[in-house]
């Protein structure tokens, strides 16, 4: 059992920046995929980005592409999220998950959640 814990999420003004993090407790194997995830209100959880556990290759959406930046701390157990040039658009809940099977963009496919944290870019 994984549990996902994220934290990092404020308020902020558009071009800045902000870290999030999620810490898991629990084994991570090397072949776990870790995604993250946002939600904008009525609109459908859709995936930012995500690391191998293992080896660290990285993925992203397009929306994110050079401004956002996925990275881990198998040491602290812990992958972040780093966000600049940040804007209203990429205002929604953040949410941090688990996939045992390896990479997946879609969010059925993941065993572990977070509960979120809020990220508000104000324009």
């Known amino acids: 059992q994984v549990q996902l814990v994220e934290s990092g999420g404020e308020l902020v003004q558009a071009g800045g920046s902000l870290r999030l993090s999620c810490t898991a407790s629990g084994r991570i194997f090397s072949s776990t995929f870790m995604g993250w995830f946002r939600q904008a209100p009525g609109k459908e959880r859709e995936f930012v980005a995500g690391i191998w556990w293992g080896r660290g290759s990285t993925y992203y959406a397009d929306s994110v592409k050079g401004r956002f930046t996925i990275s881990k701390d198998g040491a602290k157990n812990t992958v972040y999220l780093q966000m600049n040039s940040l804007k209203p658009e990429d205002t929604a809940v953040y949410y941090c998950?688990?996939?045992?099977?390896?990479?997946?963009?879609?969010?059925?496919?993941?065993?572990?959640w977070g509960q979120g944290t809020q990220v508000t870019v104000s324009s």
């Open positions: 998950a688990a996939d045992r099977n390896g990479y997946s963009r879609m969010y059925s496919s993941y065993d572990y």
